[in-house]
């Protein structure tokens, strides 16, 4: 029996987070005993919770602490971890400079652009410490290691690249009408759905522009976006954009939901307007839902998608490019379901959790080896 550290930063609801709740829970229990650290209470302390998880609460504020890593070294030793995982920037630092201080392995994960933008501060410093003590990096997405290696400087050769996965028997979910009963749209009302937090990446605004635009067209579009409102202003922002657009009645934020099978199943189209991104959950869940797909050529999706095949795609940033894809999908219910059937074919095929399992299970068995 072989321990995981398993380690992420962040205490809210999200992809990177959900992945990193399931590959704590889903591992062979026979073979790895899994250790849980997070940074405090919120959704992923609740969840691990539920799942029978004990997480440890080890507080990490501050741009460094010391106290942190002392207690990530103390607690290597005293749970006798055979391998650290962590997860985003901050741990994969922290579990860098914690694996070359007590000489055990680390798989350091990174979920987006965002980890590596150039605004991070003492960013050169935060990757020296990772290639110097973490053996592996898992990158999501091609896409996303493609980005590492340029603008980072990782050594190539230890990156990875891990497609995150979903249960996707957890998405062959009846067809549900409760978003029109509860707004009252009618059967003919074409529902639109995006499934991601308040987070500038999303480009939610670019959302609100090319609902207007249908709006002016006079086309009968329901948006509704399912996701956890940032702390600071861009929530806000979005809803004093919509009041100016008019949009009140068209688009609607429905705030975190936890169900979001059953959120997809009232959708007849699911929409992201990204400017960026990893490897989107919500896409791959949507697609295992069997909704048709409109995104973005934003760096995951065009991996997720061969364009007009099992999903579309139009141009970052572009509101009309957007607005003309939905006004044509909405009268082509042949091309919707085309798209949706190969679009849950490829997700089981490709993105069940199933995959992803193997693929951590491998590398662990090598590093531990």
Request: proline share 3%.
């Amino acid at each position: 029996m072989k321990t995981i550290l398993h380690i992420i930063d962040t205490t809210g609801p999200g992809g990177a987070e959900t992945v990193f709740i399931d590959l704590a829970n889903g591992l062979p229990k026979d073979k790895f005993r899994s250790v849980v650290v997070i940074r405090g209470q919120g959704w992923v302390y609740d969840e691990l919770c539920r799942r029978g998880l004990a997480p440890i609460v080890l507080d990490a504020k501050g741009s460094f602490n010391w106290r942190y890593l002392s207690g990530l070294r103390r607690l290597i030793k005293r749970e006798q971890v055979d391998l650290v995982q962590s997860h985003l920037l901050g741990a994969n630092v922290y579990c860098s400079l914690a694996g070359l201080a007590t000489r055990i392995p680390v798989v350091a994960t990174f979920h987006g652009a965002v980890d590596i933008g150039n605004n991070e501060r003492l960013k050169r410093l935060k990757f020296a410490a990772i290639n110097m003590g973490a053996q592996h990096v898992i990158a999501v997405s091609g896409g996303l290691r493609d980005d590492i290696i340029s603008r980072t400087s990782l050594n190539m050769r230890k990156i990875e690249v891990v497609y995150n996965g979903i249960h996707s028997s957890a998405f062959q979910h009846p067809r549900s009408n409760s978003l029109r009963r509860k707004y009252g749209w009618s059967e003919h009302d074409f529902i639109i759905g995006s499934l991601g937090n308040i987070r500038p990446a999303k480009g939610y605004d670019i959302l609100l522009d090319a609902a207007a635009l249908l709006g002016k067209q006079g086309k009968s579009c329901h948006f509704v976006i399912a996701g956890q409102p940032d702390k600071k202003g861009l929530y806000q922002a979005l809803l004093d954009q919509r009041e100016e657009l008019g949009l009140e009645e068209q688009v609607q934020f429905l705030g975190f939901l936890d169900d979001p099978a059953e959120f997809l199943a009232n959708l007849d189209l699911f929409l992201s307007t990204s400017i960026s991104e990893g490897l989107p959950l919500s896409a791959i869940q949507a697609m295992a839902a069997q909704l048709p797909l409109l995104a973005t050529r934003c760096g995951g999706y065009e991996e997720l998608v061969t364009d007009r095949e099992n999903g579309w795609l139009v141009d970052v940033g572009s509101p009309v490019a957007i607005a003309d894809a939905i006004s044509l999908l909405a009268t082509k219910p042949e091309i919707r379901a085309k798209l949706a059937e190969k679009a849950r074919k490829h997700a089981v095929e490709t993105f069940d959790i199933s995959v992803m399992f193997s693929a951590y299970e491998r590398i662990y068995d090598q590093l531990m080896s």
